[in-house]
Each structure stands twice: as structure tokens, then as C-alpha cells.
């Protein structure tokens, strides 16, 4: 087992840095094993993207880890309908299931599992389908949705039964009632109270898009809802899609813990999203407070200043937190990120270092934490070396720029040309803090 271990890891290794590989592999390993992950996956990953599914899920199930599959069948149910030549009618996004349609759907359901259970056990993976035992229901409304069931309570064994005997659980949205009258759930609903009932460290959306989209129809990296989540509903290229997608994941996110993340993704990128610091899909999380100590004590510059050692590996000058003039400090909850804004030129906010883990980085924190930066500061100046890998995204974020030799000066809202050279010789002339320069 060790030795696969240390092969996959290896192979990890080459998507991002095997550090990063690990860190993460310990992270998921880390908690209770049934609790490592929900995967969501629709029915249209099954139809066109089957391989690539079973090759990711295998490719967990050899690292020691168990996701919990949950699967729809919703285009396949479409077809065998349409090819029966039933209408299935859809009231309040709920398909609306006569006799009929059950009597077409549930063998459609079961084939579907069978055909990923057995995708599974192709790639030398156990995995266990649990078509029934999860999800008790009662009829939602018999005489308005007809077989739609209303979930009273989710059923835990089967699936930890799975996993601790090494199975991956493979489940489809179908439930139960006391009197064993199979009921059509709605995947989204099946999904939150599976996840509530599991809390996971991590929920997956495998779609075909691979994450959510901006408006220029690329994927958005992260969002942190606590920071981004009105912003983002009032955003008029929100479609109605994305819109429902968001409201799910806030509702589905409150009251989990802090730490549990959503990755939205395509089935091939997601050994990429799980063990890069950047991943590749959408990560969405609450995100954490960001405090702004106005004045902040010895031990909250002490704490801050260690930290930008380590983040940059160089050694501050003795003394340059008492130096630091009238300094206000911009601090997350983990203490992964941190700004610290001093006065500078006839009194603007020059900001004297800004520092976010490389992992926080993938979270959003940098950005969530720019967020706060910009609303406390509206002018702001500071400056970057060429060199630095934030020096990019700065770009990016400030609305002025000079050059300087190998630095880069930055502003925000500072529109008088007059200031603005004033204030870019003041950032030249600045003491960047550290011991000693590298040239
Ligand atoms: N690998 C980490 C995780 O799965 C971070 C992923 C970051 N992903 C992103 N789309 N920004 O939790």
C-alpha cells in the first residue's frame, strides 16, 4: 500500500509541488474517513464523461481516501422517456413522477449506478452501489408531484458500512418511504441534506463547465461568500443557473464548519483542484473575518512582523515595528493573511506590506482581504519589486503604475499628477525594512 502511495504521490508532484501534494493528502486524511468528501455528479458526466469520472475516483480510492458519490440520471431519464413516448411535465423544478414515469425512470436510475459502480471495479476499485437505504422520504404533495419524496431522514450505515470496509459508496437520488414506496428526490435537495447529514471537509460539483463562470465565460477561481456573495447576486451576467447554484452553496455552507470548502469542477480537473494551492475549477467557502486593529499593541505587530519574515524569508530590522508610522494592521482569522498600512506622503495610506499564504492564496483570501483593504482605503499607495510574484496581480488591482528600476510603484484614487510624483519619489525613497538588500 505504501509503496502505490508514494507512486501516486510522485505523480501528484507533477501537477503542482509534491509539498503541496502532501499537504493536502494530509489534510483530507486527516479527518474521520467517510467524512472526507461528498462528490455530486450529474447524469451528463456519466453519458460523456464516464472514464474520465472513474479514472479520478480511482485515482482517490488509491490514495486511502472515500469519497461519497452521489449520481443523478437526469438526461438518461429524459431519453428513455421521450423514447417511450411519455411527457414528463416539471412543476417548481421538481419533475412531476406519474406510475409511468417511475415505471421508466427506476431501472434507468439503477442502470446508471450499475454502469458507474462497474467502471469502478474495471479499475481494480471496490466500490458498493446503494441504490436504497440512504434517504427515507414521505410523499412531498402525491396529488401535485405524484412518486416525489420529501427526505425525513438520511440513513448513514449503508454508506459508512461501505467505506470502512474500503468501498466507495456510489448513490442515486432515489428514497424511500416507511412502507418501502420508492420516491423520486430532487438531486440539489438530496445533495444538502446528504452533506448536512455527513458534514464533509470538502463537497464536490463535477460539471461540464468546470466551475462557475465570469462574464467573459472563463472560470472564477474563488469566491468567498461572506465577501463576494451580494456582490455577486446583484451582478447582472449572474445567469439564473449560476444564481441558483449560489444561493444552494450559501445555504448548504451555513452552519458547516469554517473550514469546509466547495469545489466546483470538471471530472478530469479534479485531482488538480483537490491537490494544487491554485486547483483548477471554483473553490467557494464563507471565508473568514478579517479584523483592522486602528491601533494596534506589541504583540499584534510582533505576531505580524514574523509573519512577513516568513513569508518573504528575510530577517526585518531590529526595532521596525516601533518605527512603523501610526500603523493600522489588516488581519484574517487564521492569520494567513495580513496588510499593514502605515501614513505616508502628506498623510496618505502607503501600504507597508501585504502578506497571504500561498495555499490561503487559492482560497481567495488575497483577493477577500484586498476587498477589505480597498473599502478601509480608498487612496492607497505602495510599491513591489519586478521580481516578486505578486507584482502581476497588483497590476491588476491598482489604477496607477511606474516603473522604477526593479520596483513597480502602485495607487489607488489618487488622481492629482502633482500628488502622484510626489508620492511615487516618497515610496523610491522608502526603507523597505529589511536587514540586509538582495541585489
Ligand atoms: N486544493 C485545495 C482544495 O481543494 C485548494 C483548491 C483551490 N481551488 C481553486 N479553484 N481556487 O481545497
Redesign the pocket.
Known sequence: MSEVRETVLELLAQLGSSR?ARQ?LK?FSSVEESRFAVVKVGGGILRDHLDELASALAFLHRLGLRPVVLHGAGPQVDTALAEAGIESERIDNLRVTTEEVMEVARPVIYEQNLRLVEALEQRGIRARGLQHGTFEARFLDRDRYGLVGEITAVNLDGLRRAVHSGALPVLTFLGESSSGQVLNINADIAARELVWAIRPH?IIFLTPSG?LLDRNGR?I??VTLNNDYESLMREPWVHSGMRLKLQQINEMLEGLDEST?V???SADQLTR???????????VRRGENIDIFESPDETILADVAERVEASFGRRLKPGWTAGLAQPVVLLSASRRAAAVVVAGQDGLPYLEKFIVTP?AQ???LGAAMWQVLRARYPRLYWRSRNTNPITPWYFLQADCSERHGPWVVFCNGIGDAVQRERMVSEAMSRDPGWQEDPS
Open positions: 503541496e493536502y489534510e470538502k466551475g472560470v477561481s474563488a470548502s469545489s466546483i469542477t483542484e483537490l491537490f494544487t494551492y491554485r486547483g483548477a475549477g471554483t473553490l495555499e487559492g482560497e481567495g
